[in-house]
């Protein structure tokens, strides 16, 4: 099922802190929810993404036999890239921060369902991410489509969209489905997506994901198309 929905104009998006001292003082809408990528946002990417690319042409092949075949070797090559998935730097720290902060998290993400469950029991044991939306969520187009990220916000309860709500990512496809569901988007950075720092879909980016712990905790204040400056992340660990 799609989910057509306007692009929304460039706009500065606004937070009020999740501490509880500052957010008092703040006339900035309340953050109801983060929905979170995968593959190259909570685990570092291991080409996940490419055997999702080859699924794009799969709907083109002759018949249903040749379109399942094609879905196993797609599936066999995710069950394969999951055993050498290592979490991004920040991962738990940030995790740990939103449990204490009460804050609601999902999961929008292209890959199949078990490199997804294999990455939550293995680095995310105690943590709830709810709704996940996978490949295998049925009745919803993948992103750059919004659908997922909108069917979250509808099992949140919200009612104006995903207007209150953050989605971080790693692609262009995460920046736009975000976007265009009405929600602020968030930029992990890498050495091959500096250039969607400055897109207009992308209102922040991050160096790495606990790099969000300060920005949450003081308020979110996003950037507008060019007029985006470079987010200070932390040092890498030694």
Same mark, same amino acid.
């Given at each position: 099922?799609?989910?057509?929905? +306007?692009? /929304?104009?460039?706009?500065?998006?606004?937070?009020?802190?999740?501490? +509880?001292?500052?957010?008092?003082?703040?006339?900035?809408?309340?953050?109801?929810?983060?929905?979170?990528?995968?593959?190259?946002?909570?685990?570092?990417? %291991?080409?996940?993404?490419?055997?999702?690319? &080859?699924?794009?042409?799969?709907?083109?092949?002759? =018949?249903?036999?040749?379109?399942?075949?094609?879905?196993?070797?797609?599936?066999? &090559?995710?069950? $394969?890239?999951?055993?050498?998935?290592?979490?991004?730097?920040?991962?738990?720290?940030?995790?740990? /921060?939103?449990?204490?902060?009460? *804050?609601?998290?999902?999961?929008?993400?292209? @890959?199949?369902?078990?490199?997804? !469950?294999?990455?939550?029991? !293995?680095?995310?044991?105690?943590?709830?991410?709810?709704?996940?939306?996978?490949?295998? =969520? +049925?009745?919803?187009?993948?992103?750059?489509?919004?659908?997922?990220? %909108?069917?979250?916000?509808?099992?949140?309860?919200?009612?104006?969209?995903?207007? @209150?709500?953050? *989605?971080?990512?790693?692609?262009?496809?995460?920046? =736009?489905?975000?976007? !265009?569901?009405?929600?602020?988007?968030?930029?992990?950075?890498?050495?091959? @997506? =500096?250039?969607?720092?400055?897109?207009?879909? !992308?209102?922040?980016?991050?160096?790495?994901?606990?790099?969000? &712990?300060?920005?949450?905790?003081?308020?979110?204040?996003?950037?507008?198309?060019?007029?985006?400056?470079?987010? $200070?992340?932390?040092? $890498?660990?030694?």
């Amino acid at each position: 099922m799609s989910s057509t929905a +306007p692009g /929304y104009s460039l706009r500065q998006r606004r937070f009020a802190p999740l501490n +509880p001292d500052l957010s008092a003082k703040s006339n900035a809408p309340p953050l109801k929810g983060i929905v979170f990528d995968v593959d190259g946002t909570l685990c570092e990417a %291991l080409g996940i993404d490419k055997s999702v690319d &080859i699924l794009e042409h799969i709907r083109s092949l002759p =018949t249903l036999k040749d379109r399942m075949k094609a879905v196993s070797k797609v599936q066999a &090559i995710e069950r $394969e890239a999951m055993l050498r998935q290592q979490p991004q730097p920040g991962l738990v720290e940030l995790m740990d /921060y939103l449990e204490s902060r009460g *804050m609601r998290r999902a999961l929008c993400t292209r @890959n199949f369902e078990a490199p997804v !469950t294999h990455l939550l029991q !293995t680095h995310l044991p105690k943590h709830v991410f709810l709704p996940i939306i996978t490949r295998d =969520t +049925p009745d919803l187009l993948p992103k750059p489509d919004p659908a997922g990220i %909108l069917h979250i916000a509808r099992e949140w309860g919200l009612d104006n969209r995903a207007d @209150n709500l953050i *989605m971080v990512g790693d692609s262009i496809d995460d920046m =736009t489905a975000g976007h !265009t569901a009405g929600a602020a988007t968030v930029l992990l950075l890498n050495d091959r @997506n =500096t250039h969607l720092k400055d897109h207009e879909h !992308t209102d922040l980016s991050i160096e790495r994901l606990d790099d969000l &712990i300060d920005i949450l905790e003081n308020g979110f204040v996003g950037h507008r198309g060019g007029d985006k400056a470079p987010t $200070e992340g932390r040092e $890498e660990e030694a």
